[in-house]
Nanobody, 123 residues
């Protein structure tokens, strides 16, 4: 399985950005896909997760109401729409996938990781 995240960039506080993650390879058993982020000097943090098969989704409290995960099964693409961005949202954003059906926010439970895309929010 390969995951490729893209769409990061520089945006002003209050602005919007949309990230995408494309899955390829043997993805048949990878039913859960998620976004994490890591700011400089901090641990990797959960952002949100969704299920390919039934669309169950949940987001971290820190982004709830501002960020929205969506998926396009036909294109094997997951997106993260980020609105009303704040300075603290600056981070490298990673997409991650795991086998099975259980949604989780635990970093170590994910089997596959993309390379990350940098989001920088300026004042």
């Amino acid at each position: 399985v390969q995951l490729q995240a893209f769409g990061g960039g520089l945006v002003q506080a209050g602005g919007s950005l949309r990230l995408s993650c494309v899955a390829s390879g043997r993805t048949s058993s990878m039913n859960v896909i998620a976004w994490f982020r890591q700011a400089p000097g901090k641990e990797r943090e959960f952002v949100g997760v969704t299920s390919w098969s039934d669309g169950r989704t949940y987001h971290a409290d820190s982004v709830k109401g501002r960020f929205t995960i969506s998926r396009d099964n036909a294109k094997k693409t997951m997106r993260l729409q980020m609105n009303n961005l704040e300075l603290d949202d600056t981070a490298v954003y990673y997409c991650a996938g795991k086998n099975g059906n259980r949604l989780t926010d635990v970093v170590n439970e994910y089997d596959y990781w993309g390379q990350g895309t940098l989001v920088t929010v300026s004042s």
